[in-house]
């Protein structure tokens, strides 16, 4: 499994809230043999309400995902620069953009990335009614696989703004929430050497780093859309982390890597 290792760079029990950062601070002080038999403990308490983080392994792997996509430009760029790279990847879609390209959907498919759930739209979760949050989840799935025509798990919150109540919600319609730790940002403009270079500071062993091959951002938020090439962006981080001996790959190969790490993410 592999769990259990030396720790990568940041806190392996990072943003896991009371929970995690009073193991944390107890890990410290055990050997490597207790440190495991806390993690597997803090695991236990978690997975009722945790969502997917990553796995705890030592070995150089993370998973690459891609949120708000298909979209016309970004989506073949990115996929462009993942067939070169030999990368698969998982992509996190907006069913009605799916709907709306579904011969980008399908190439994604084709190519062999994996396809999640981002939403119907990129609403928050958090501020719907109980009944509204589960008919969008439920819906959102159903669309999803229909245009995809397979079975969809995977489910990433819209702004990651999930609450207790919408995570059992995404639990109860069949789907397993995945949230994220490095994010190249990529909602802000730079040259696509510096976009990459963002994440890589907080990049670990087990990590699931965030990017994009869509662009969304909040009603009324006159954020311009970013100029650098997405493809080139994905070009920049996959040759950094090779460069570190990292192996990229998708969230579903990841998670055959070692052993789950969840956390409690609740944020509006
Ligand atoms: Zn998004």
């Given amino acids: 499994m592999g769990a259990g290792g030396p720790a ?16 944390s601070r107890v ?6 043999a207790s440190k495991r038999r806390v993690r597997r403990a ?30 016309p430009e970004g989506t073949p760029a990115v996929l462009e620069a993942l067939g070169e790279l030999g990368v698969l990847a998982t992509f996190f879609v907006l069913v ?6 579904p011969a980008l959907l399908r190439r994604i498919l084709d190519e062999g990335h994996e396809v999640a759930l981002h939403g119907i739209d990129h609403s928050r979760l958090t501020e719907r009614s109980a009944g509204e949050v589960r008919r969008l989840l439920v819906e959102g799935k ?42 190249v940002s990529d909602w802000v403009d730079g040259t696509a050497v ?8 907080a990049v670990h ?20 859309r970013p100029t650098f090439d997405r493809g080139d962006v994905t070009r920049s981080l996959v040759g950094a982390l090779r460069g570190e001996g990292y192996e990229v790959m998708s969230v579903g190969g990841l998670l055959g890597c070692g052993q789950v790490w969840r956390t409690a993410w609740f944020r509006p």
Avoid: M, N
Wanted: contains cysteine; glycine residues 16%; proline residues 8%.
């Fill in 142 to 183: 159903r669309r999803l696989e229909a245009v995809a025509g397979r079975r969809v798990r995977l489910f990433r919150p819209a702004f990651g703004a999930q609450s207790v109540g919408t995570f059992l919600a995404a639990r109860r319609a069949g789907l397993d929430p995945v949230v994220w730790g490095p994010t």
């Fill in 8 to 23: 990568g760079r940041g806190d392996r029990f990072g943003g896991c809230g009371v929970i995690g950062s009073l193991a």
């Fill in 205 to 224: 062993p087990g990590a699931v780093i965030l990017l994009h091959d869509g662009f969304e951002v909040p009603v009324g938020d006159e954020t311009p």
């Fill in 42 to 71: 803090t695991d236990g308490v978690l997975s009722p309400v945790g969502s997917v983080r990553g796995v705890r392994t030592s070995a150089r792997v993370v998973a690459l995902t891609y949120d708000d996509g298909p979209d």
């Fill in 96 to 101: 009605e953009r799916a709907e709306g390209h």
């Fill in 27 to 32: 890990a410290g002080r055990l050997s490597p």
């Fill in 194 to 201: 510096e976009v990459a270079a963002r994440a890589l500071p």
